[in-house]
C-alpha cells in the first residue's frame, strides 16, 4: 500500500479518510461505526483525537483531504483502533486490507536503531502486558455473550417435569378432593405464567427453575372452593 507514513507518540497512525479508502467504504461508515462502538475504543491505545493546536499544526504539516478544512476534531487510527474498524465493517476487503495494512504500514519501521535490551525488555514486558489485557477483554466479551444465550434458554423437558412435579405436590398437598383439583391446577399455572412474564410454564427460564420451584412451594391460593 501506497501511503504517507504519518505518525503519532511514537506509533503509525492512519486518517479516517486512508482507513475508509483502504477499507472499501467511506468516511461517513467508519465514522458511524465508531460512534456506535465508542464505548469499545479507547484514546491513545486505539485513536488520536487532534484539536485546537494539534490538528492546526498537524494540517499544516503535510497535505490533508480539503474536506476536513474546517473540521473542529481530526482521529487517528492505531493498528488497534484498525482492527476493530475493521470488525465493524467485516467485509472480505476490510479484512484483507487490514492484514495489509499490518503488514505493509503499521509494522514497518524505516531507519530506527536498534534497541537496547533494557528496551528489549521493556518493550517484550509492554507486548505482554497489552496481550494479557485484549486476553481479558476476549474473555469479558465471551462471558457476556454466554450470559446473554444462558438468559434466554428456556426449560428442557427433564426440568419442565421438575416444575410440573412441584406443582403437582402442592397441588394434593392443598386439596384432597380430585373434583377441586382442576381449579387449582388452572390458577397455580396461571399464576406461574403471571409471575415469571411467559406465555406457558414450559417457557421459563432455565436459571429461574430454583425460583420457580421455590415459588410454588410457598404458593397459596387465592380461593379454595
Known amino acids: 500500500m ?7 507518540s511514537g506509533q503509525r497512525v492512519l486518517t479516517t479518510m486512508q482507513l475508509a ?5 467511506d468516511s461517513k461508515t467508519i465514522n458511524r461505526n465508531f460512534q ?9 491505545k486505539h485513536y488520536f483525537a487532534l484539536t485546537g493546536n494539534d490538528l492546526r499544526e498537524f494540517k499544516g504539516s503535510r497535505q490533508i483531504d480539503p474536506t476536513l478544512k474546517y473540521a473542529s476534531v481530526l482521529y487517528l487510527w492505531t493498528e488497534k483502533g484498525a482492527w476493530l474498524l475493521a470488525k465493524s465493517i467485516n467485509s472480505d476487503q476490510a479484512w484483507d486490507a487490514y492484514e495489509m495494512l499490518v503488514d505493509e ?4 519501521q524505516s ?8 528496551e528489549q525488555l521493556l518493550a517484550s514486558m509492554r507486548l505482554t502486558i497489552e496481550m494479557a489485557n485484549e486476553v481479558e477483554d476476549v474473555k469479558k466479551e465471551v462471558t457476556e ?14 426440568e419442565q417435569r421438575r416444575l410440573q412435579i412441584a406443582v403437582s405436590t ?5 386439596e384432597s378432593n380430585p373434583r377441586l383439583r382442576p381449579k387449582l391446577f388452572q390458577e397455580l399455572y396461571r399464576e406461574i405464567k403471571n409471575r415469571f412474564g411467559v406465555a406457558s410454564y ?24
Do not use: C
Not at 501506497?2 to 503519532?8: A, G, Q
Not at 479508502?21 to 467504504?25: A, L, P, R, V, Y
Not at 531507519?111 to 533494557?118: A, T, V, Y
Not at 414450559?202 to 427453575?209: A, C, G, P, T, W
Open 2 to 8: 501506497n501511503l504517507s507514513v504519518i505518525e503519532k
Open 21 to 25: 479508502e483502504s477499507f472499501g467504504t
Open 36 to 44: 456506535r462502538n465508542s464505548e469499545r475504543f479507547i484514546e491513545s
Open 105 to 108: 504500514y503499521y509494522r514497518m
Open 111 to 118: 531507519q530506527l536503531k536498534p534497541l537496547s535490551e533494557k
Open 145 to 158: 455473550i454466554r450470559s446473554m444465550v444462558e438468559n434466554q434458554i428456556t426449560l428442557d423437558h427433564g
Open 170 to 174: 402442592k397441588v394434593y398437598e392443598l
Open 202 to 225: 414450559k417457557d421459563v427460564k432455565r436459571q429461574e427453575l430454583q425460583t420457580a420451584i421455590k415459588y410454588v412451594d410457598a404458593w397459596l391460593p387465592r380461593k379454595v372452593s
